[in-house]
């Protein structure tokens, strides 16, 4: 039988939480931009280029770029959030005490395009609605 939450870690959870939605929609939208790049990089065979030669946004060979390669901080900037995401993933994962499982399935929302949007969604439904039963019991003892 799973663990429940303890109601004395609501508050912890509700930063959690915050921190948790930021992350994803970061990471959900930084990865989209990722798969933008690749299909700009692999099949386009070109850059994005920013403040190069050819103006302020550019899509440039690799090889010709002067200028600050876009795709490179795409690339640098989605790493890096993905292991915030995975962090604050943890964080509510063993906050809510959930299974292994779940917190897995979290963890692949910063690698499937567009899943981190719809994992966020129900995740964050499903503390809500835990949060508000938690505190429904304390305002009834008032």
């Known amino acids: 039988m799973p663990l429940s939450p303890k109601p004395s870690a609501a508050p912890r959870i509700?930063?959690?939480?915050?921190?948790?939605?930021?992350?994803?929609?970061?990471t959900g939208t930084?990865?989209?931009l990722l798969c933008l790049m690749m299909v700009f990089?692999?099949?386009?065979l070109v850059d994005i280029e920013l403040n190069g030669p050819?103006?302020?946004l550019a899509l440039t060979p690799k090889e010709m770029i002067t200028g600050i390669n876009l795709s490179?901080?795409?690339l640098i900037v989605h790493g890096w959030f993905y292991v915030l995401y995975l962090y604050s993933d943890f964080r509510l994962w063993s906050l809510m005490r959930w299974r292994f499982p779940r917190f897995l399935l979290i963890a692949l929302g910063g690698?499937?395009?567009?899943?981190s949007f719809f994992i966020e969604r129900s995740t964050h439904r499903e503390v809500e609605a835990w949060l508000a039963d938690v505190a429904e019991p304390a305002e009834v003892a008032s």
């Not at 509700?14 to 970061?26: F, G």
């Open 72 to 74: 490179q901080i795409i």
């Open 111 to 115: 690698v499937i395009p567009l899943s």
């Open 41 to 44: 990089r692999y099949i386009l």
């Open 54 to 56: 050819e103006g302020f």
């Open 14 to 26: 509700r930063s959690a939480l915050k921190l948790y939605r930021v992350t994803s929609i970061i």
């Open 30 to 32: 930084f990865l989209l």
